[in-house]
């Protein structure tokens, strides 16, 4: 069974603070995905990286995939009110989405 | 373009009824759909994988039976939860792959939040 370990689960921070997000495996995923969930809403896709090594930027957002695609990370700078929400990041495998158990953020003004 | 939409948004029933959930593909035609759970302050959990015009894949330990799903139309899957208990309270969503895209990328519906009584 293919696993996503996403760190740290909760995390509460000031406004213009930085953070970083890490979903680990031991499987190497075609792809992964971040997306970033409100309450009582579905997923919004941010960002899908598929090469090793590969640095997506999304304005404050960074995302980074793993070298040997089995990891990945997101670092928010600066971070705002706005940004409070659920990230969730999800490996592509055979078809199959397998979701990390979600970081919930909130950033206080 | 690639709107999910999901009918209805909330839903309550009482112990015992059936209850189903409309996962539309608006603007695409979608040969796969997925249906996920999510349970307070977690993750979603894929259910099935939906394919049109043939029998839906279910993942290990959810119950074909208790959750039927067809998937009848390239764009339209419903989920019926069958006598739904509380523990069957949770937010269900669906996915779904677009045909022609070329790629895997699923687009997820707004969810529908299932309370049982």
């Known amino acids: 069974t293919q696993l996503l370990e996403q760190s740290p689960q909760f995390l509460s921070i000031q406004e213009g603070e930085n953070l970083t997000v890490y979903c680990n495996s031991s499987?190497?995923?075609?792809?992964l995905q971040w997306y970033r969930q409100e309450p009582g809403e579905g997923p919004v896709l941010l960002v899908t990286?598929?090469?090793?090594?590969e640095v997506k930027k999304l304005k404050r957002l960074t995302f980074q995939f793993g070298d040997a695609r089995k990891d990945s990370s997101l670092h928010i700078t600066a971070a705002q009110p706005g940004d409070t929400g659920l990230y969730l990041c999800?490996?592509?495998?055979?078809?199959?989405?397998?979701f990390g158990q979600g970081t919930t953020l909130q950033v206080k003004p | 373009g690639a709107v999910v939409s999901q009918h209805p948004s909330r839903v309550i029933c009482k112990s015992g009824t059936s209850v189903k959930i409309e996962c539309r593909s608006l603007?695409?035609?979608?040969?796969?759909m997925f249906w996920y759970r999510q349970f307070p302050k977690q993750s979603l959990m894929l259910m099935a994988t939906?394919?049109?015009?043939?029998?839906?894949?279910?993942e290990q330990g959810v119950e074909k039976d208790k959750f039927l799903i067809n998937h009848a139309s390239l764009t339209l899957s419903t989920l019926t939860v069958t006598s739904a208990h509380p523990e069957d309270s949770s937010f269900y969503i669906c996915?779904?792959?677009?045909?022609?895209?070329?790629?895997?990328?699923?687009?997820f519906g707004p969810g529908t939040r299932l309370t049982v009584l």
């Open positions: 603007d695409f035609q979608a040969t796969t």
């Open positions: 990286v598929v090469t090793g090594g």
């Open positions: 499987s190497v995923f075609s792809s």
């Open positions: 999800a490996g592509e495998a055979s078809g199959k989405l397998i």
């Open positions: 996915s779904a792959q677009a045909r022609d895209r070329g790629n895997n990328e699923q687009f």
């Open positions: 939906s394919n049109e015009g043939s029998k839906a894949t279910y």
